[in-house]
């Protein structure tokens, strides 16, 4: 029976604007949505207010630009700058009267341009602001300790001082704490005061822990307690504000972040926020504000709030009182106590976070109209030490977000690179019937390095993990008179109107939308249901991390929460969304949640597959401990001569065999797949089948590709144009279909099955543009004449006699040159040295440092930002001469190097440095930065295909 969730869900979806679900022919709805995408599938943009500085004139130019670029909107988010940049001078307090005027202005403006607003809720992150008191704000525990002696019977009562609260955290900042008169802070409560025997060797058992709160005195700080024989310790345990303010905030926001755990904390805070919105904005719901946005969580010491007392016993079934001395004290109890206790405790956190911050944004939000996205929970572990389970915590929310990087990782001792997090996202998405899966994209410190060309293989790699919304990190505002490139945050992609490329960016959005629209619209498809245990807090790690598949196979991650409502049908899992997996893999543990066992149970006997090492031990539940019946159920599961039975192995490295056990054969497959060249992700419309395909290599591939699922008529969608081309040869046998794929380096591909039957041929042959026999290439030789402007007007042209690099000349202005600059040549073609009845020529630009705009005979070809760099001209072509124009865009970054180098002020930016390519998380001055290769760098041919039948 589907939940209420999933029928409001339901016509929620059916409303949506081009959904497929509304329309009676989803093939049709799909093909349309590809070639042109709509709004809610386009890219946005992190649009940086730096330091509150911000020109509302230019606020509606950048708007006007981001249209024009086919961005749908954007996450306005105010941030501060770091210390050592003193050129971005500090504007008005972030929700000052000044800085709503701003955000009303770019609010209205989208609206006009019928584009989507986010608004971050504090300038910088954690949550929180100027305007949040020390109730509301994030809370620590402190403590004295006093030790009493044998000798002392406490007849007169003793002190226990108030604790002291360091002025400074770990890194010698002040921390943001109000304080009274009496010299203690603004607000603290008591929380309790403990004693237990001061032994000088060997742990303490919590039992012998005793609450002596009611015998002490707050008001006198005395504690008047008879205390047994013996030497004794006593804590008084106080929780009062953590002084932990914004991580960067513009220099007249800075303020304390919320409690996070606190759901009156979260009240006051948004409707602080939407009550200011709604006195410049009106009704919120008929703006072009659409969502709230939270950032990271990236609190730091020890974590409490008022209510996790109570919390701790509902969630726990037991007090914490007797073990609160152990959040100091890791050794004082043994060490399964300490470890149960802190599991619970984190437990406990995580569901106050979850149930306190995003379920009460989300409802806060929601009642506005308006939706929450949010790297819930994170970027967690092993990043940040979150205390949340993140997949629940990001299936509370509207739409989750992730984040990756380009050219810049952080790896852990295992090989993860845990500033990649995608696929953890997108299965919280799926498992929570979550439609959007948004991604922060395209976080750097190479700054001016790249272009689209050098972003797209890292957006295919988060497409395969099964992103469908790109979130670009970020737009730099900037005001008028920041000269070029301008200023920029110090960390992303400087995704403006500043770029070189900018004005020919718009291909490369409309690709991030096409893909992001099949995805939005689809369901995706796996094999395999990968449960990543019950610690917390816990990590799912990028696509083929912590586990692994096998190659040809893909897989989703789940949760307890998730799993528990797990059942079986026809002998597969299927979970409350619909979504149905062949087999069920376990995360390695030793111990095991008795609820997951017995789900376990339950599933293995009415036919599930289960994968997974036995537990050593039953953990606790609600503070009880195992029953014999407990262990008992699980060697019984893992009783191998039982079937059936949880299947047991030594290594989950290779599940060849179990696949071949239930007769289930790869979904994707290739002549040699172990080596990883191809990846990919499988989605499901009905009837219809979408595999996206990417070349994860620098070299062209040629496959001939199988597909399990692939029954009816296969077809290549170019994600590139929107094109839609019939495969005219492929072979079907066996249960898969086979279809020849070629790929030019990093490049992708879609291929789609729709319903019906068409020519097939028992030998599929691959045309491929680096085959010689079916291809003759003919380079256009000579000087070309170039422009150092983006226009061939004039006479101040240079005569370049062979295409290289602009680097390689002598002379500065073409060796640091920064910009568009333009070829021309006029070059003859006979038309009667080729004869080919049956193919196509085309126009191949070799290699293009990094945006190419491409004119023929006057024909408007397109823009080239991506290899092959090849443009169908066989209708254009004509015989005698032919005028090619192409303008090519570079990066500022030559620029930058021959201005440090020189002393020329033709540029201006806060950058100082940057890492480069090679010499990860080094930051290199701008003078040293190796230049970077620039304009058409290898021959332009003529290529005639000749088709194969």
């Given at each position: 029976m589907r939940s209420l969730f999933s029928v409001l869900f339901c016509a929620l979806f059916l409303s949506l604007p081009g959904s497929v679900a509304a329309q009676s022919d989803p093939y049709s709805a799909l093909a349309d949505g590809f070639k042109n995408p709509p709004v809610q599938a386009r890219p946005k943009v992190y649009w940086w207010w730096l330091n509150g500085q911000v020109d509302n004139r230019r606020l509606i130019e950048e708007i006007g630009e981001m249209k024009k670029a086919g961005i749908a909107g954007f996450d306005i988010f105010e941030i501060g700058v770091p210390p050592s940049d003193t050129m971005v001078a500090a504007g008005p307090a972030f929700f000052s009267d000044e800085s709503l005027h701003s955000i009303q202005i770019a609010i209205e403006e989208a609206g006009r341009q019928q584009m989507e607003v986010g608004l971050n809720m504090a300038s910088s992150w954690n949550a929180g602001g100027s305007w949040v008191n020390s109730r509301y704000a994030a809370k620590s525990i402190y403590r004295t300790e006093v030790r009493l002696s044998a000798s002392n019977?406490?007849?007169?009562?003793?002190?226990?001082?108030?604790?002291?609260?360091?002025?400074?955290?770990?890194?010698?900042?002040?921390?943001?704490?109000?304080?009274?008169?009496?010299?203690?802070?603004?607000?603290?409560?008591?929380?309790?005061?403990?004693?237990?025997?001061?032994?000088?060797?060997?742990?303490?058992?919590?039992?012998?822990?005793?609450?002596?709160?009611?015998?002490?005195?707050?008001?006198?700080?005395?504690?008047?307690?008879?205390?047994?024989?013996?030497?004794?310790?006593?804590?008084?345990?106080?929780?009062?504000?953590?002084?932990?303010?914004?991580?960067?905030?513009?220099?007249?926001?800075?303020?304390?972040?919320?409690?996070?755990f606190d759901a009156e904390a979260t009240d006051f805070h948004f409707n602080y926020m939407l009550g200011r919105l709604e006195q410049v904005l009106g009704n919120l719901q008929q703006s072009a504000l659409k969502s709230l946005y939270l950032a990271s969580y990236e609190a730091t010491g020890n974590v409490w709030t008022p209510s996790l007392p109570a919390k701790f016993t509902e969630v726990n079934d037991y007090e914490l009182t007797s073990y609160l001395p152990a959040l100091f004290d890791a050794n004082l109890f043994d060490d399964q106590q300490t470890q149960q206790f802190l599991a619970d405790f984190k437990r406990t956190l995580s569901e106050l976070m979850i149930s306190n911050f995003y379920r009460e944004a989300k409802k806060i939000a929601n009642a506005h109209g308006l939706e929450i996205n949010s790297e819930a929970g994170g970027p967690g572990l092993p990043l940040h030490n979150v205390p949340v389970d993140p997949l629940k915590a990001l299936g509370a929310l509207d739409r989750p977000r992730g984040e990756f990087w380009i050219n810049h990782n952080r790896l852990n001792a295992d090989g993860i690179d845990i500033l990649r997090v995608v696929k953890e996202v997108s299965a919280a998405s799926h498992i929570y019937g979550r439609p959007v899966v948004e991604e922060e994209a395209f976080t750097t410190f190479q700054h001016w390095q790249e272009a689209p060309a050098d972003m797209k293989p890292l957006a295919d790699q988060a497409f395969c993990e099964g992103m469908n919304r790109v979130v670009v990190h970020g737009f730099t505002h900037n005001p008028e008179g920041s000269g070029l490139p301008g200023i920029v945050y110090h960390a992303g992609t400087h995704y403006n109107d500043k770029r070189v490329w900018w004005p020919m960016v718009r291909p490369f959005n409309d690709y991030l939308a096409r893909l992001?629209?099949?995805?939005?619209?689809?369901?995706?498809?796996?094999?395999?249901?990968?449960?990543?245990?019950?610690?917390?807090?816990?990590?799912?790690?990028?696509?083929?991390?912590?586990?692994?598949?096998?190659?040809?196979?893909?897989?989703?991650?789940?949760?307890?929460?998730?799993?528990?409502?797990?059942?079986?049908?026809?002998?597969?899992?299927?979970?409350?969304?619909?979504?149905?997996?062949?087999?069920?893999?376990?995360?390695?543990s030793p111990s095991m949640n008795p609820q997951v066992l017995q789900k376990l149970s339950d599933l293995v006997d009415k036919g599930a597959v289960v994968l997974g090492e036995k537990p050593m031990a039953i953990a606790n539940l609600k503070g009880k401990s195992p029953t014999k019946s407990d262990y008992q159920l699980r060697d019984k599961l893992w009783d191998q001569s039982r079937k059936p039975s949880v299947l047991e192995r030594s290594s989950r490295a290779d599940l060849t065999d179990i696949y071949a056990s239930i007769g289930l054969a790869p979904d994707f497959s290739y002549a040699g797949q172990s080596m990883g060249e191809l990846d990919f992700i499988h989605y499901q419309k009905g009837d219809l089948a979408f595999y996206f395909i990417r070349n994860t290599s620098n070299q062209w591939v040629s496959k001939r590709c199988s597909f399990r699922n692939g029954t009816g008529t296969p077809e290549l969608w170019n994600p590139l144009n929107g094109e839609i081309e019939p495969v005219t040869d492929y072979l079907v046998e066996a249960g898969k279909t086979t279809v020849p794929i070629d790929l030019a380096p990093f490049a992708s591909s879609l291929v789609v099955f729709k319903p019906g039957n068409g020519a097939k041929s028992s030998d599929a042959k691959i045309l491929s543009s680096n085959h010689s026999e079916n291809i003759r290439r003919i380079e256009i030789e000579g000087a070309w004449q170039l422009f150092l402007t983006d226009t061939c007007e004039g006479t101040d042209w240079i005569v370049w006699p062979k295409l290289k690099s602009w680097t390689s000349s002598d002379v500065d202005s073409i060796k640091y040159y920064s910009g568009i600059a333009t070829y021309r040549k006029v070059f003859q073609h006979d038309i009667n040295s080729i004869n080919i009845a049956d193919g196509k020529i085309y126009l191949d630009l070799g290699k293009v440092e990094k945006i190419a705009d491409v004119w023929l005979n006057g024909v408007h070809l397109g823009i080239s930002w991506t290899a092959p760099y090849q443009f169908d001209i066989s209708e254009v072509l004509k015989a005698g001469d032919n005028e090619l124009i192409v303008k090519v865009a570079n990066t500022w970054s030559n620029r930058?190097?021959?201005?440090?180098?020189?002393?020329?002020?033709?540029?201006?930016?806060?950058?100082?440095?940057?890492?480069?390519?090679?010499?990860?998380?080094?930051?290199?001055?701008?003078?040293?930065?190796?230049?970077?290769?620039?304009?058409?760098?290898?021959?332009?041919?003529?290529?005639?295909?000749?088709?194969?039948?």
């Open positions: 019977e406490a007849s007169t009562g003793v002190k226990l001082p108030f604790p002291e609260i360091p002025k400074r955290d770990s890194k010698g900042s002040l921390k943001l704490i109000k304080y009274g008169a009496d010299g203690k802070p603004e607000y603290y409560s008591e929380v309790a005061v403990v004693a237990y025997p001061d032994r000088k060797t060997g742990a303490i058992r919590p039992e012998e822990v005793i609450d002596v709160t009611a015998f002490f005195n707050a008001e006198s700080e005395m504690l008047n307690w008879a205390k047994p024989k013996g030497d004794w310790v006593v804590q008084r345990f106080v929780c009062s504000v953590s002084g932990e303010q914004l991580k960067m905030p513009s220099q007249n926001s800075k303020g304390p972040i919320i409690d996070h992001s629209y099949l995805f939005q619209q689809t369901e995706f498809c796996a094999d395999v249901l990968y449960y990543y245990g019950d610690e917390i807090p816990n990590y799912g790690g990028h696509k083929n991390s912590r586990f692994t598949a096998g190659a040809g196979y893909d897989y989703e991650i789940v949760n307890t929460d998730v799993l528990l409502q797990a059942t079986t049908e026809k002998g597969e899992i299927l979970l409350p969304t619909g979504s149905k997996f062949k087999l069920l893999v376990l995360q390695d930058l190097t021959g201005d440090a180098l020189s002393g020329r002020q033709t540029t201006s930016t806060n950058i100082e440095a940057t890492h480069v390519k090679g010499l990860n998380k080094i930051y290199i001055p701008w003078a040293e930065v190796p230049l970077l290769d620039s304009g058409l760098t290898s021959p332009v041919s003529l290529l005639f295909k000749e088709q194969i039948e």
